[in-house]
């Protein structure tokens, strides 16, 4: 199904909103691009092509998003480091009146305090994004990685 | 410009006979690191190389590591589990691109030399030559016999499921090599179930090896570092421990049941306890016994050099050491279940994965404290660190208050290391 000019417009500011606050660093909004019983999850390509179910990060509700951004915030002793995000356009799979089905390509780049920035995350987004009241919200959103090597550590949302 | 430099030590100067001090060299030196490949990796000792549940079938494969040295690890049509180097024969070609998969016999893609399952080489094309005008052109000498180039073959011992390999077929029986008293534990994890594979998680760590095995090897940081475990009641001052070493001191035990009495703020002592913080959503710490644990709900193992077995609640995992480089290896986690586990047990270990591997929330900054501390080492390697928690000597303890298991370690790489 085709969707219109509107419905394109408000995913690909979804899309912008959410890189933009999860590189902004205020990780109290990240769980308000979700519903309640959403799923997060950053997985290893290689797991996902293989059906392993494990993943790096796996959260099944908004309540877990919240408590990964207090252990962000509180209790994860973590080198400091900006993030950038940059997001391809999305591309739509699926669209009905209540959900639209996309993908879209990111990468994410890591620069530490007095440090090259350098290639830190690079895969694809796969997502079931829902019109709700308060707009779209992402019901799912997986983040499916590439990058084989994990580069110490990952701690704030990708 | 051969006389001794004070700040950049050749050698590690240890303070004493001990171990309770160890300088920073030791994580920094090529030729120290050069000689623990070769006396920890590729003699005398058994390295993990994964699990038999990762290659069910007649012909597959999985790529690991050995050390620096790629290995494979396969089965064959008698359903016995060969490890092969992966280096052909013939110009030395790592010939196996592909992290797993299904063979029926090994190819090398330079030549298509090709070996068998057990690595035993079966084909050289031209091997005879060709034939032209009624002569024979080329073709490997007279003398050359296949049976002289097979892949290196690496000795194998299976347990409970667990692969280990070793280049050195002249090593220890691995029973022997565990010692009774980690055996044990090793039993209890794996005490003879199916293992159904859950998925991987894999890190590089900017540090030396040997910090991860110390990191498992410590007792005092869980409380401390990991403020998580601590906000949130899962660590806790009385909770019952005793740290097991083989008799060798190279491997170990960490075990701890949990606190039950009285309220975790009394017995936590440790300013992050936040006794107001909830989860939002609980089912992080949705522990459920099992039978085969016996009294203990956390166990560690680490095996020396190359392996730690994980415990902790219903997560179970092990976690592979690759070094590369004295400053850097690859931490690949490889987490697990068990055949009869009910489909909520199997969502509650990869629930409660959440906590570990390299976005876990007590299994990160494992990490990130590995990376720094070898910053410091790179920049000042005539320093040394302190393991002098709960005093010099290496002994096994019924508490966590004790850096012993570190020592241990220690004194272990010291006979080694330091024999001619």
């Not at chain 1, 394109?8 to 660093?25: E, M, R």
Request: aromatic share 12%; charged share 25%.
């Amino acid at each position: 199904m085709r969707i219109d000019f509107e419905d394109y417009f408000a995913l690909t500011q979804l899309y912008a909103d959410y890189a933009a606050i999860v590189d902004s660093g205020k990780y109290d909004l990240w769980p308000d691009f979700f519903t309640d019983d959403c799923i997060y999850r950053l997985q290893p390509r290689e797991n996902y092509e293989r059906g392993f179910p494990l993943a790096t990060l796996s959260f099944t509700s908004k309540g877990m998003l919240k408590d990964r951004v207090y252990g962000i915030q509180e209790t994860l002793f973590h080198d400091p480091y900006y993030q950038r995000h940059i997001v391809g356009s999305p591309v739509v799979r699926k669209a009905d009146a209540e959900r639209l089905e996309c993908e879209a390509n990111y990468a994410v780049f890591r620069t530490k305090l007095s440090d090259a920035s350098t290639v830190f995350n690079v895969g694809r987004y796969i997502d079931t994004i829902v019109r709700t009241p308060a707009g779209l919200k992402f019901a799912s959103r997986q983040c499916i990685y590439d990058s084989e090597m994990i580069p110490n550590s990952i701690i704030y949302p990708i | 410009m051969n006389q001794t430099s004070s700040i950049f030590p050749r050698s590690p100067q240890w303070e004493s006979d001990g171990t309770h001090r160890i300088p920073f060299v030791a994580y920094t030196n090529e030729e120290l690191y050069q000689r623990e490949l070769e006396r920890f990796f590729y003699k005398s000792h058994w390295c993990y190389v994964g699990l038999e549940a990762e290659i069910p079938n007649t012909g597959d494969f999985k790529r690991t590591a050995i050390g620096e040295r790629s290995v494979i690890m396969v089965r064959d049509a008698q359903g016995a589990i060969n490890v092969v180097e992966n280096i052909c024969a013939h110009r030395g070609m790592r010939f196996c691109r592909e992290r797993h998969g299904n063979r029926k016999e090994f190819v090398c893609p330079y030549h298509q030399w090709s070996y068998t399952l057990k690595g035993d080489l079966q084909g050289v094309p031209f091997r005879r030559g060709v034939k032209q005008d009624g002569q024979v052109y080329g073709g490997m000498p007279a003398d050359f016999k296949t049976s002289d180039h097979g892949l290196t073959k690496l000795k194998v011992a299976t347990r409970g499921g667990v692969v280990f390999a070793s280049f050195d077929h002249e090593v220890e029986p691995l029973e022997d090599y565990l010692g009774p008293t980690v055996l044990k534990y090793f039993d209890r994890l794996f005490n003879g179930r199916r293992l159904t594979i859950l998925g991987y998680n894999r890190q590089r760590i900017p540090g030396n090896w040997k910090l991860m095995q110390e990191n498992i090897k410590d007792p005092y940081h869980p409380g401390l570092l990991h403020t998580w475990f601590v906000t949130f009641g899962l660590w806790r001052a009385d909770n019952k421990s005793q740290l097991k070493m083989d008799a060798k001191h190279r491997h170990a035990a960490m075990i701890s049941t949990r606190g039950q009495g009285g309220k975790a703020a009394q017995v936590t002592d440790v300013s992050s306890f936040k006794e107001s913080m909830k989860l939002h959503d609980p089912s992080f710490l949705d522990v459920v016994p099992e039978a085969w644990w016996g009294k203990p709900s956390v166990v560690m193992t680490t095996i020396f050099p190359s392996v730690i077995f994980q415990q902790q609640v219903n997560s179970v995992s092990t976690r592979h050491i690759q070094p590369s480089g004295h400053g850097a290896f690859d931490f690949v986690w490889t987490h697990f279940g068990f055949d009869d586990d009910s489909e909520e047990m199997t969502l509650r270990r990869l629930r409660q994965a959440n906590l570990f591997g390299p976005a876990g929330f007590v299994s990160a900054d494992d990490g990130e404290v590995i990376e720094f501390s070898q910053q410091a080492f790179e920049s000042k390697p005539f320093h040394r660190a302190l393991a002098e928690l709960g005093g010099h000597e290496v002994e096994d303890t019924k508490h966590m208050v004790t850096e012993t298991l570190i020592r241990g370690m220690y004194r272990y790489w010291r006979e080694v290391m330091e024999a001619t």
